[in-house]
């Protein structure tokens, strides 16, 4: 049981709001996307999800309890722009979590323990289609598969939430479709709640059971830093009825904004969009 819930979150830089009035309650093993334009703030939410950030107003809990403020193990991270130890192979990345996990001043274990680490290491990698490359160095790995070694290091440490920022937005279209089936299928499997941040409306779509748009629901043209950005969409979609991939022709969209492209998925997604709050305004 993994539940987490966003109760009137606010986040502010100086005089500069940046998220105000955050609410949302994600289900146990729901896969939430997050939408929204660029400096709308996901990347804040999610540092504070991960407590690399702390709220200025408003909690995170997860199944009932206010989050830890240090970053913890039970929340994995996946970046866009990754970091892993160069110097270190594809195998020896995986294992080095766990190791620092079981052995924290040194990360050296010996014997049975480290067997063990390895095993599971190696195991996970396979899954994510790198078990041929596990003495290779992180350069020697083409970008997907740089992502992939990522998913690994985080998934190694069961986390109970996966956080993912644009974790696919560097790769091209088919290596991209290879992940999001490797990602369901992951999801599925280790029944983690996942909260993915994109900026790819079709790949919400594709992937999410829950879709969250970030994004500003008041403009004061004369203090353009007075309101941040809140939830202005909030959508529940059936795992089990995904819409067919890339419906909508997004260079149809004469405004080509997110939300004009979100409204034309939105309608093309029909009965597979289950619940919906348009323009959600919690009280908080
Ligand atoms: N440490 C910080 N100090 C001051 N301002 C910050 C800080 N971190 C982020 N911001 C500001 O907060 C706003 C939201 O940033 P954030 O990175 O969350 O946006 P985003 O929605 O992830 O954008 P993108 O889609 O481009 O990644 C931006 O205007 C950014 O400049
Ligand atoms: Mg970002």
New binding site residues.
């Given amino acids: 049981m993994t539940e987490i819930a966003i109760k009137g979150l606010a986040?502010s830089?100086?005089d500069?709001a940046?998220l105000e009035n955050v609410n949302a309650h994600l289900a146990d093993h729901e896969f939430c996307v997050v939408l929204?334009?660029?400096?709308?703030?996901?990347?804040?939410?999610?540092?504070i999800l991960l407590s690399q950030?702390a709220a200025t107003r408003g909690e995170v809990l997860i199944d009932g309890v206010p989050i830890d403020p240090e970053p913890q193990p039970d929340r994995g991270v996946v970046f866009q722009r990754y970091s892993v130890f160069p110097h270190k192979s594809v195998l020896a990345n995986v294992m080095l979590g766990p190791q620092l996990r079981a052995a924290p001043l040194l990360g050296r274990l010996f014997g049975a323990r480290r067997r063990a680490i390895r095993e599971r290491a190696e195991a996970l990698l396979q899954e994510v289609g790198l078990g041929e490359h596990l003495a290779k160095f992180p350069a020697q790995l083409s970008g997907g598969m740089q992502q992939r070694l990522a998913i690994a290091q985080a998934l190694i440490m069961e986390p109970k939430v996966l956080l993912l920022?644009?974790p696919f937005g560097a790769l091209d279209q088919s290596t991209k479709k290879a992940m999001h089936r490797l990602i369901l299928d992951l999801w599925r499997k280790n029944r983690m709640t996942i909260v993915m941040?994109t900026?790819d409306i079709g790949e919400a779509f594709t992937l999410a059971t829950r879709i969250l748009m970030?994004d500003k629901a008041r403009r004061d043209p004369h203090a353009p830093t007075a309101y941040g950005?809140t939830i202005t969409e909030d959508i529940r979609l059936d795992p089990d009825k995904k819409p067919a991939l890339h419906v909508v022709d997004e260079s149809a969209d004469e405004s080509h904004t997110m939300t004009a492209i979100f409204a034309r998925y939105r309608a093309d997604a029909g009965d597979c969009v289950v619940d919906e709050h348009p323009n959600f305004q919690a009280a908080g």
Avoid: F, M, N, Q
């Fill in positions: 986040k830089y100086g500069t940046i929204g334009p660029s400096g709308a703030g996901k990347t804040t939410l999610l540092r950030e920022d644009e941040v900026h970030v950005s």
